[in-house]
């Protein structure tokens, strides 16, 4: 699979993106601003950084008064749209802290090509008050992209960027924005939504508890944000959460141990595991079903990781569970030699256990 890098921000984009800027700015010349963006050590920059050049070379080629230069480049965005088009609210994000007025009203016409979701934070942190004001027009807003936008700037850990530090400690402006979108008729909206709450709920989870348990039953579509919203709590195992989605305490239900294919695995293998659960009761009832892998990081600790299986009502009083899981390196988790062991747990209660080895 490529990476994100050889997929995006490409030589025909820049190419295109360097023809338009000539064709609307006064001086500028294609090739010369290529060379610019392209030069060493392009080849070896990540995503962002790539986005972050490209946003440089931009500001450093259009007019130094950042209100002509904005003009100009509204202008030039009108051709584009995906995510190369991220370019253009990064070079708000990145140049238009002194003009807020200006930038807003551009961050909103931007974000309906791509996304203006990273650029906007820098205002939410500097100018919290206004900007704030803005998301709740946002968020009414008949536009999907602005409705988006409202939930998906204030993210207090939104992925890529900086953490809002000042949300992360008292999330409460961010509650009236998505009391508004709730029950938005998108499901790119909704996903935001869950998205935003999911975050919270990492520092201030009984803060979510308390508003989800508010709006559970209020239509299928707000039912949805909260158990998306209520995901990392449900893998913590917590038995207030796992009660408020139906699954019950399971001490009726009793496991064997985890069974392996193998023993001994090397590093970039797969791993064959299954176990037998089993109630006391006419039958097993909703479960939930995860198994927790605790992998050896780089110091010889464990670090646990919970995977879900399935969930679903089981009408059975025994059933087989089986899995198999893949030791390959990816760019968020890197694997190291030795015991790792295993869990499969039913509604956050561990039932069954097992260990086995990795080896390079």
């Not at 360097?18 to 060493?40: C, D, H, M, N, Y």
């Not at 995503?47 to 008064?65: A, E, G, Q, V, W």
């Not at 709740?136 to 890529?160: D, I």
């Amino acid at each position: 699979m490529k990476q994100l890098k050889d997929q995006f921000l490409q030589p025909p984009f820049i190419k295109r993106l360097a023809q338009v800027l000539e064709s609307q700015a006064p001086g500028v010349r294609s090739a010369t601003f290529i060379k610019a963006v392209t030069t060493s050590p392009w080849k070896e920059l990540e995503l962002m950084d790539r986005l972050r050049k490209i946003t440089d070379c931009i500001h450093n080629f259009l007019p130094d008064s950042y209100p002509e230069a904005l003009r100009t480049l509204q202008k030039v965005a009108r051709q584009f749209k995906g995510f190369d088009s991220l370019v253009f609210p990064d070079f708000i994000g990145r140049y238009g802290a002194e003009h807020l007025e200006e930038s807003i009203l551009a961050l909103q016409q931007f974000t309906e090509l791509c996304s203006s979701e990273f650029a906007v934070r820098p205002f939410i942190e500097r100018y919290p008050e206004p900007m704030f004001k803005q998301l709740m027009l946002w968020s009414k807003s008949s536009n999907v992209h602005h409705r988006r936008l409202a939930s998906e700037g204030c993210r207090p850990r939104l992925p890529w960027s900086f953490a809002l530090k000042e949300l992360k400690k008292d999330p409460s402006p961010i509650f009236p924005v998505l009391e508004i979108l709730n029950a938005d008729s998108e499901d790119y909206v909704r996903r935001s939504v869950a998205n935003n709450l999911n975050d919270i709920s990492k520092d201030h989870p009984d803060k979510v508890l308390e508003l989800v348990k508010r709006w559970q039953g209020k239509s299928k579509e707000t039912d949805w944000i909260i158990k998306h919203a209520c995901r990392g709590l449900l893998k913590q195992g917590r038995p207030d959460v796992m009660e408020l989605f139906g699954f019950t305490f399971p001490d009726n239900i009793t496991g064997a141990p985890i069974q392996f294919d193998s023993s001994v695995v090397r590093i970039g293998g797969k791993v064959a595991f299954s176990c037998t659960l089993k109630t006391s009761l006419v039958e097993m009832g909703k479960v939930r079903i995860e198994y927790v892998v605790y992998f050896i990081k780089a110091n010889g600790k464990p670090s646990s990781k919970v995977f879900q299986i399935s969930e679903r009502h089981e009408t059975s009083q025994r059933i087989e569970v089986s899995k198999r899981h893949s030791f390959k390196d990816l760019s968020t988790r890197k694997h190291f030699p030795g015991a790792h062991r295993f869990e499969i747990r039913v509604n956050g209660v561990p039932k069954c256990e097992g260990e086995m080895f990795l080896e390079k």
